[in-house]
Structure formats: structure tokens, C-alpha cells
């Protein structure tokens, strides 16, 4: 009961400590970090004193501290499987995906009847279930990280092509009847005029597609994978019930997935700078 008391008295004073820095800080861009950090922490220190204060086994949940010390003993297999899963089988995948998309979207453009044609089946394929295609293609593809960038290819192709499809018809007439008063071609008017104007469309397909990517490449190897990699890893520790390691296998996906996301966020705001949501960031 004492650990319990303690627990809320914890939270409530973190809170209170935060709410405080985001209303008389908030704007201020130290305070940008601070605050998430602080609450991170929070979260850390409550998790650990109520794990250890009510006797929690760690088969059903182990403490931070028991994952930390996992991390640090389970460094080789983490880097060997980061390297499957994420370099090669996420982020090959979301490469050949997204810029397939960007060439399809630019067809689609030129072709009122593939706009017809291919955007209902695009819209089709991206609600079918992942773990429906990802058997299909781990047999068509094999074991290894290929059949795993198959299967990120489709999931995130579809959202990246839907929202650069929405991009390049963002310009209005005006605009367009100006490029046509400079005489310009097709390929002008697009490299010049809408593409740049599609740009915020884009990252925010390329946004949401790092976190399909990571999804899509560690479900997949759930149904067949050679012995390393993070979806393996997950499965086969669940069932040695060592999940202090399957929890270490997820830090390094989120971490993996946050740095991913932050650094499309980064080439974001360096491309789309002119954009009237960037400047109001600053």
C-alpha cells in the first residue's frame, strides 16, 4: 500500500513539475526538450518502483533497470538483428517503395485512366492485412531480408502515392496558366512549379511510411526468417520467456523507428522551408 501511495504522490508532483515548465516555458526551445525528457523519466523511475515495490515477476513485465542490463549483455545480437531487419529489410523496402510511388504518381499525372484505374486498386491493396500478404511473399521471395522489403514495398507504397498523387494537383489554375503564359512543357511546369508544391504532401506520405516500414518488416519475419532478425528474435524469446530481451528487441525498434521519423522530419523542414507550417515551427 506504501508503494502505491508513493507512486501517486510521484506522479502528481511530475505532473504538476511539467504542467508548470509547459506553461511558463513552453515556447522557449530548451524547454522543447526538457519537458518530454522529464516526462520519459517519469514514466521510467514509476515503472521500475512499481514493478520492484509489487513483486512483479519479470516473465509478465521486467523492470527498466533488467532491461537496460539485457541491452548491455545482448549488444551483438541487437546490432546483427538491426542490421536484418531495419538496414536491409525496412529500409531498402521503404526506399524502393516511396520512389516507386513518387514514378507512379508522375504516370498518373500524365494518365487520366491510370488516375481512374489505379488508384481504386491501390486503395484495395493498402486494406488488405498485413499478415495476409507477408506468408505469400515470404514464398515468393524466400526466407531472407528480401521477402521482408517485399512486404515493406507494398505497405508503404500505396500512402506515399496517394498523398503524391493529392501533391502535384495542389497547384490551383492560376498558377497553371501562368507556367502556360512562359510557354513552359510539361516537365517545366512540373520541375518548377509542382513539384516544390508537392513537397508537403510528400514527407507527409514519407512520414507515415517509416513507421509501416518497421512494422511491416519486423511482422514479416514472424512467418519465416533465417535465425536472426527482430521479428524472429521476438518469437523465439517469447517462448524461452525471456522478455527482458524481447522488450530490449523493442527499445531498439522504437529508438530505431523515432531517429528514422526525426530525420525524414529534419530533411522535411530543410526542403519544404518556404511552407507556411514550417515558419510557424521557428
Known amino acids: 500500500m506504501s508503494w502505491l501511495i508513493f507512486a501517486i504522490v510521484f506522479w502528481l508532483a511530475a505532473w504538476a513539475l511539467n504542467t508548470w515548465l509547459a506553461r511558463h516555458h513552453g515556447s522557449e526551445r530548451w524547454a522543447r526538450f526538457l519537458i518530454p525528457a522529464l516526462f520519459g523519466i517519469t514514466l521510467l523511475l514509476l515503472w521500475e518502483g512499481l514493478v520492484r515495490g509489487l513483486n512483479i515477476s519479470p516473465v509478465i513485465l521486467p523492470a527498466p533497470s533488467q532491461i537496460a542490463a539485457s541491452l548491455m ?44 484505374g489505379l488508384l481504386p486498386i491501390g486503395n484495395f491493396v493498402a486494406a488488405l492485412p498485413i ?26 507504397f500505396f500512402p506515399v502515392l496517394v498523398n503524391m498523387v493529392a501533391g502535384l494537383a495542389a497547384t490551383n489554375a492560376l498558377q497553371r496558366d501562368l507556367m502556360a503564359t512562359y510557354s513552359a512543357s510539361y516537365w517545366q511546369g512540373l520541375f518548377k512549379m509542382r513539384l516544390p508544391a508537392a513537397m508537403p504532401f510528400l514527407f507527409n506520405g514519407l512520414k507515415i511510411a517509416t513507421t509501416l516500414a518497421l512494422i511491416g518488416a519486423i511482422v514479416a519475419e514472424f512467418f519465416g526468417s533465417p535465425t536472426k532478425g527482430m521479428g524472429f528474435r521476438i518469437s523465439t524469446a517469447v517462448g524461452q520467456l525471456d522478455l527482458s530481451l524481447v522488450w530490449s528487441e523493442i527499445t531498439v525498434a522504437a529508438l530505431a523507428g523515432s531517429g528514422f521519423y526525426g530525420l525524414v522530419a529534419l530533411i522535411e523542414k530543410l526542403v519544404t522551408f518556404w511552407h507556411p507550417s514550417q515558419r510557424a515551427r521557428t
Do not use: H, N
Not at 79 to 108: M, N, P
Not at 132 to 137: C, D, E, K, N, R
Not at 150 to 156: E, K, L, Q
Open 73 to 116: 549483455a545482448s549488444t551483438a545480437v541487437l546490432r546483427e538483428d538491426f542490421v536484418q531487419t531495419i538496414l536491409k529489410g525496412a529500409l531498402s523496402g521503404y526506399v524502393i517503395g516511396c520512389g516507386a510511388a513518387v514514378v507512379v504518381a508522375i504516370l498518373i499525372d500524365r494518365s487520366p485512366f491510370l488516375q481512374r
Open 131 to 156: 499478415v495476409g500478404i507477408a506468408p505469400i511473399l515470404v514464398m515468393w521471395f524466400g526466407f531472407d531480408w528480401q521477402s521482408k522489403a517485399a512486404v515493406v514495398v507494398v505497405m508503404v
